[in-house]
């Protein structure tokens, strides 16, 4: 199975940018592609970004095209979303996510971290 541990949440300025990690372990090989989900109090979870693995294809949410980015570094298995120009409509828990493979859906989850964006 695939471990995922999310770090680097925290509280910041609206305007402000923060950086959050995903590192995944365990068994990473079959990975295909790993994604940013978000759950705010009360609201249903939704997608943020994603990028896969091996092409380093990316693909965002309209609602952060712009303002996030994507990354990964393969042979550290960790997945980086930059965020820049936050809101406080982006406060929520976000969590990373992986997919082993295309077509399976998002099937390994990390415990998710708390990004809180003030006015």
């Known amino acids: 199975q695939v471990q995922l541990v999310e770090s680097g949440g925290g509280l910041v300025q609206a305007g402000g940018s923060l950086r959050v990690s995903c590192g995944a372990s365990?068994?990473?090989?079959?990975?295909?592609?790993t994604g940013w989900f978000r759950q705010a109090p009360g609201k249903d979870r939704e997608f943020v970004a994603q990028i896969t693995w091996s092409t380093y294809k990316t693909y965002y949410d309209d609602s952060v095209k712009g303002r996030f980015t994507i990354s990964s570094d393969n042979a550290k298995n960790t997945v980086y979303l930059q965020m820049n120009g936050l809101k406080p409509e982006d406060t929520a828990v976000y969590y990373c996510a992986a997919a082993s493979r295309a077509g399976s859906g998002y099937d390994n989850w990390g415990q998710g971290t708390q990004i809180t964006v003030s006015s």
């Open positions: 365990g068994r990473t090989a079959s990975l295909y592609a």
